[in-house]
């Protein structure tokens, strides 16, 4: 039986060490890296052969949403699955945007996250908060609507939604955006989420795709085209 690689970018090492001894006591899994930082999850990823990685989302430097974004975006195939400490429809919502796969927090049991990330590797999208209810909002508001349902619901973006799902279409990262509109890179993947949630929208090619398919474009002098606010 072939086991699913796992990397994992997290801070603590403790708690490394404990899903590393979680994880490599099952028969379907084996812990294949570690890494503290993004920067050091990014270069070691490839050469790891990892299927998943478990995703800290407040690491030292920053970071976690454009390492993900980056990894669901190359040609290794890696699915993303966050574990983080903050219980909050935001942040899954800014995760699920930059390409991550599942969003659970730390205090899940044990097996709960075991079969999160089984899930997660066989490429289901997997919410689990401390708040049942507000899974299940989060879960159904970004997944369970069909491409007909999204096609049909009325879309009204703001003037600097509009900017954001402009430059967003032509593949400038959070940290590009946010020196380009003055924001903070925070509220650039507040700003990111809420439109993935308004028009359906998910990994940097959707955005691309759909900017592309709607002759958005943006000017020099910073106003936008192709969408009305």
């Known amino acids: 039986m072939s086991r699913t690689r796992i990397m994992l970018v997290d801070d603590h090492g403790v708690l490394r060490a404990g899903l590393k001894a979680l994880f490599n006591a099952q028969t ?23 299927e998943v990685v478990i995703l800290d989302l407040t690491l030292p430097g920053g970071g976690s949403l454009e390492l993900a974004e980056k990894l ?75 491409d007909t349902e999204r096609s049909r619901r009325p879309v009204k973006l703001s003037e600097r939604e509009t900017a954001v799902l402009s430059l967003l279409g032509q593949g400038h990262s959070n940290q590009e955006i946010a020196v380009a509109l003055e924001l903070s890179p925070k509220t650039v993947a507040t700003y990111r989420a809420r439109i993935g949630e308004k028009l359906g929208l ?12 709607n002759g958005l474009s943006i000017t020099d002098d910073g106003n936008t085209t192709g969408l009305s606010s």
């Open 28 to 50: 379907d899994f084996e812990v294949v890296a570690e890494a503290e930082t993004t920067e050091r999850g990014m270069s070691i990823a490839e050469e790891s052969g990892a």
């Open 72 to 146: 669901t975006n190359s040609s290794l195939g890696i699915r993303i699955l966050v574990l983080s400490m903050h219980d909050d429809a935001a942040y899954v919502r800014a995760a699920l945007a930059a390409g991550a796969t599942g969003y659970v927090v730390k205090t899940i049991r044990e097996q709960d996250l075991i079969e999160a990330v089984r899930a997660v590797a066989r490429g289901q999208v997997v919410v689990n908060l401390d708040d049942q209810a507000k899974t299940m909002a989060v879960f159904g508001l970004l997944r369970n609507l069909s």
């Open 202 to 213: 998910r990994s940097t090619s959707d955005f691309v795709k759909y900017s592309r398919d």
